[in-house]
């Protein structure tokens, strides 16, 4: 089955950088776009940034200038280069798909809307 699991996560100091990788695993005949969110205690969970498939890119206005995406494609992963972080980025980051996959019945089937589990970003001195 097509799983996204996310890495990299971990205690960083504010103005320190972290890069969090996400990878698909199963088979995947293409990926239409991938994208971080993150929600911290009590808010809810909010777009970071996203990355389609040809390439074009878009980040909230609050990590703009300190965040990047991209993606290897030919590792089903993308990735998420944070730097000068700031305690307001504390939160679980998670990754998201829209994907096209094999299902159980070997079927093509359009995931829309898959999530990782989550990998905890926490920025303190």
């Known amino acids: 089955q097509v799983q996204l699991v996310e890495s990299g996560g971990g205690l960083v100091q504010p103005g320190g950088s972290l890069r969090l990788s996400c990878a698909a695993s199963?088979?995947?005949?293409?990926?239409?776009?991938m994208g971080w969110y993150r929600q911290a205690p009590g808010k809810q969970r909010e777009l970071v940034a996203t990355i389609t498939s040809d390439g074009s890119t878009n980040y909230a206005d609050s990590v703009k200038g300190r965040f990047t995406i991209s993606r290897e494609n030919a590792k089903n992963t993308v990735y998420l280069q944070m730097n000068s972080l700031k305690p307001e980025d504390t939160a679980v980051y998670y990754c998201?798909?829209?994907?096209?996959?094999?299902?159980?019945?070997?079927?093509?089937?359009?995931?829309?809307?898959?999530w990782g589990q989550g990998t905890q970003v926490t920025v303190s001195s």
């Open positions: 199963g088979t995947i005949f293409r990926i239409y776009a």
């Open positions: 998201n798909a829209d994907l096209l996959v094999l299902d159980p019945s070997y079927e093509r089937k359009r995931e829309h809307d898959l």
